[in-house]
T-cell receptor, first 113, second 112 residues
Framework: QKEVEQNSGPLSVPEGAIASLNCTYS??????FFWYRQYSGKSPELIMS????GDKEDGRFTAQLNKASQYVSLLIRDSQPSDSATYLC?????????????FGQGTELSVKP | DAGITQSPRYKITETGRQVTLMCHQT?????MFWYRQDLGHGLRLIYY???????DKGEVPDGYVVSRSKTENFPLTLESATRSQTSVYFC???????????FGSGTRLTVV
């Protein structure tokens, strides 16, 4: 079982819709969770972090964490074509060994005008 | 300029040559990391460092060497480049053990 799993996509949504990106992780020792956005040919950019169960909102983005289910998600409201990118879920290494993050393989999102 | 910078942006080298990729950050972040990103494999950790003079292996360290004599620099050396090391290499830094990373802009390395 992969440590951090994401659907590879592509996930295609129409402009203005809600895009829902999902991520599961295998180790209950993980405490920090991150979403990165990566445009084609660019480096990953941190867009959300979440540490507690529940929802965290930042503009059009909402991160959701459920530690009991070992599940973290990212919702993008009012999706725009500029949101088209690959979204990487990252989880801190269990017991925070050396600050390392474990990345999922990413979900490609395509927002159609 | 503040931030994390990688050089060169692009590099073509021949099999068997030694090549060094540079990474410099201006935040005095304790943690620094080297990843490679390949289609089908995602981001894979090569080496990381918790502080100056403290480095440790990641998931795919074979064929790579790192050093960290100063907090701000974390160079990655391919001792004898192989075609399988053709990849995009990202350096990242983090100021706290539980925080997210900031990535550099990457180096696209081609080994011919």
């Amino acid at each position: 079982q992969k440590e951090v799993e994401q659907n590879s996509g592509p996930l295609s949504v129409p402009e203005g819709a809600i895009a829902s990106l999902n991520c599961t992780y295998s180790d209950r020792g993980s405490q920090s969770f991150f979403w990165y956005r990566q445009y084609s040919g660019k480096s990953p950019e941190l867009i959300m972090s979440i540490y507690s169960n529940g929802d965290k909102e930042d503009g059009r983005f909402t991160a959701q964490l459920n530690k009991a289910s070992q599940y973290v998600s990212l919702l993008i409201r009012d999706s725009q074509p500029s949101d088209s990118a690959t979204y990487l879920c990252a989880v801190n290494h269990p017991y925070n060994q050396g600050g390392k993050l474990i990345f999922g393989q990413g979900t490609e999102l395509s927002v159609k005008p | 300029d503040a931030g994390i910078t990688q050089s060169p942006r692009y590099k073509i080298t021949e099999t068997g040559r030694q090549v060094t990729l540079m990474c410099h950050q201006t935040w005095s972040h304790s943690y620094m990391f080297w990843y490679r990103q390949d289609l089908g494999h995602g981001l894979r950790l090569i080496y990381y460092s918790a502080a100056a003079d403290i480095t440790d292996k990641g998931e795919v360290p074979d064929g790579y060497v790192v050093s960290r004599s100063k907090t701000e620099n974390f160079p990655l050396t391919l001792e004898s480049a192989t075609r399988s090391q053709t990849s995009v290499y990202f350096c990242a830094s983090s100021g706290a053990g539980a925080g997210g990373y900031t990535f550099g802009s990457g180096t696209r390395l081609t080994v011919v």
